[in-house]
């Protein structure tokens, strides 16, 4: 059973950096493309960054130059680095695990599996 399983965020002032952790368990985790999403109060998710089985990477262009996304094989987890962080990153964060190999786009319909999600909130 495929699980991802959150930790980290919380709350920071602007110009500051949290870290998410996502731990995947339940598959050979470097397989799929893996991805972080977020979803502010009364807007649609969107896509931060993906990050592919080869290791190759996208950005939003919202967080290119801020944001880096990573992983560690050896210890099956995804995280995300953010540093300069801007009150409109504000949001739930979402991992997920794209439900097939091969497909590794910045769009969530493409993505079947997801983490509980953890809230970011910076103040200016």
């Known amino acids: 059973q495929v699980q991802l399983v959150q930790s980290g965020g919380g709350s920071v002032q602007a110009g500051g950096s949290l870290r998410l952790s996502c731990a995947v368990f339940?598959?050979?985790?470097?397989?799929?493309?893996m991805a972080w999403f977020r979803q502010a109060p009364g807007k649609e998710r969107e896509g931060v960054a993906t990050i592919d089985s080869d290791g190759s990477t996208s950005y939003a262009d919202s967080v290119k130059g801020r944001f880096t996304i990573s992983q560690d094989k050896t210890k099956n987890t995804l995280y995300l680095q953010m540093n300069s962080l801007k009150p409109e990153d504000i949001a739930m964060y979402y991992c997920a695990r794209a439900h097939f190999r091969g497909y590794c786009y910045l769009a969530h319909q493409g993505f079947g599996y997801w983490g509980q999600g953890t809230q970011v909130t910076v103040s200016s």
């Open positions: 339940g598959y050979t985790y470097s397989s799929y493309c």
